[in-house]
């Protein structure tokens, strides 16, 4: 999936190779052709500059631009200008396409708009937070990554005008390129010299992907399974950002208990994929580290599992899909025709997706026919599994998204069912009211049920951080770096920071009041609201 560091470094490159031209191939209409596509480059870097186009609240002051941003924003400004200059010498109409140098620029333009694309996915129509990861944008670092960044599209794109500079046939537009290209040069080493303390981590920054389920299909190449495994990842921390904030749909308790049971599924086919391919191992710590990750995945396997199980005698009225096994109704309620169907809402997305994510791993472990409803039957050979994953590192690194997501979506569960209210009931015998109106299965749930619920997603929470850890050691030791868990640990700071009522304070915009997880009494003492002690 598409990064800020890839977009910029497309971006960098489409640009020096449209310099590498021959300059006696470039006609004068292609002169004005290249000078307008680099116009339009320099237009794109003014649009990204800054706060203003990133942060919650969108501001057009001055002030709001670093020093660095500043001077590389006046530069592109003169840039323009001597770009109109030479223009207005060469006086030639411009060609539709000036061959393979104009098609560089276009497409250096498109992935310099794709930059903005990425980060706005992660902003609302009101530019509110949709995930967690738009918080690392608030930060003087950020804003220094980005200055940075840009500075080098900017020096490529003198490049560019030096090129048009040595065959323009008018020695003003010659004397206009050179200028252009020096108030380019000179802009990005004073913006580079400023954003020394540039977040480079960012580079790893990825496109937030609508929480809209991709199913897994028997037609699909087991090549790709690792990468729309790391998709499958971002829809879910998407979705569970959703659902800690009260955003678009509520998950309900049935939505729950099937996630839960979905993840631990997919946990424990992770770790068995894991111990296949170390049995493949020669001894050694790579084997014994493949050995220790499937442990932990295991160990979070067994957490969601008991947090599903914890739901068995929970009943969410708002979505009462998943329930206990009633009795027939009474003679007498069907000739007063009381009887009632449960209703049958379709499942959250972030249901669906989770046990998408499940059929991926048991794809790439039993082949790309299987489903969870068959008996798994022999893996795969593990040289197989590793071919399709890219080895040991990458697949440890595509598996570690997985915890990375499931922690988030364990924290957003307990505000979940906090939501869910006096919807929840329940028909546990030993929680039974001692006076029960006769027929009545149901009751509302006890206090003690509802903390069973928090504790046990409390549980995963900490076994999926362990299990996160541990693959990311594996991949190191893999040779696979993850540059993802920088932003990954950040953003789960981010989150853990609003469940102790902390300001987030953005590094340029104004301070705004944003939506965080508020942590109910009752949840954290046990007691019913307006109980005494």
Known sequence: MTTLGELFDVAVAELRTAAEVPAESIGPREHVALAEGVDLVLGQIRKGLGPRAYTPVPTTEERALTIGERNLEGGLELASSWLATAQGYLRAPAVVSAGPADERMAAAVRALGAVRDTIGSHLGPDREPLTPYAYLLRHQAAFDYLTHRYSEVAWASGQVLHLLAQGAEHPGAIEAFEAARTSLNQASVHARASARDADHALAAFPLALAVEPVQAAATDPTSAITARLEQDSERLSRAAYGALHNRERRLGGSDLKQLSHWTAMARILSGQALRHIAADTPDGPLRASLNEAAGTLRTSSRAWAAAAQ??????????????????????????????????????????????????????????????????????????????????????????????????????????????????????????????????????????????????????????????????LEVALQAGTPVARAVLDASAHQTVAREQKWATTQPAQAPPRNLPRAHVPTELLTGRRPGMRR
């Open 310 to 471: 914890e739901w068995s005698q929970v009943v969410d009225i708002g979505d009462p899909r998943e329930r206990p096994k009633l009795p027939p109704p009474g003679y007498e309620l069907v000739r007063k025709g009381q009887v009632t169907r449960f209703s049958a809402p379709d499942p959250h997305p972030a249901v669906v997706i989770s046990r998408t994510a499940c059929v991926r791993v048991g794809q790439l472990m039993f082949g790309a026919g299987w489903t969870p409803e068959q008996v798994p039957g022999a893996p795969r050979p593990a040289g197989d599994i590793l071919t399709d994953a890219g080895g040991a590192g990458r697949l440890t690194a595509s598996l570690y998204r997985l915890p990375a997501a499931g922690w988030q979506m364990a924290v957003a569960a307990p505000w979940a069912v906090r939501r869910a209210g006096a919807g929840l009931v329940t028909n546990a015998a030993k929680h039974r009211p001692a006076q029960l109106e006769p027929g009545r299965h149901f009751y509302p749930v006890h206090l003690r049920q509802v903390e069973a619920l928090t504790t046990a997603y409390t549980a995963v929470m900490s076994a999926e951080q362990s299990s996160a850890g541990k693959l």
